[in-house]
């Protein structure tokens, strides 16, 4: 790595001196109903298990292939979405 880029790194600003964004209670409100039947893992060994594969995977094991929506959140973490708390539920 360059010393200019290792420099420009260090001297990175990432506002968290800056005073916090206050987001609109319907925001809020909107974000957890898209979320209320979402179930987050982590993985055992982040280094070997590759997350695509499991999000494609997993809704098949599950049975829910076609209910299931699944993202990679970052940090070893997953997130799946059901269509319904009974899908949640039986998972």
């Not at 179930?39 to 982040?46: E, G, I, K, S």
């Not at 292939?65 to 940090?75: E, F, H």
């Not at 997953?78 to 039986?90: C, D, G, I, R, T």
Request: some cysteine; charged content about 20%.
């Amino acid at each position: 790595m360059s010393d200019y880029l290792r420099k420009s790194i260090q001297d990175l600003d990432l506002g968290i001196d800056e005073t916090p964004v206050s987001l609109p209670p319907e925001f809020c409100a909107r974000a957890a109903i898209a979320n209320r039947f979402s179930l987050v893992v982590t993985t055992v060994n982040p280094r070997k298990q590759n997350l695509r594969a499991l999000i494609g995977q997993m809704p098949r094991v599950w049975g829910f292939a076609d209910s299931c929506v699944g993202r990679i959140l970052g940090q070893g973490r997953v997130q799946f979405v059901f269509q319904s708390e009974e899908a949640l539920n039986l998972v």
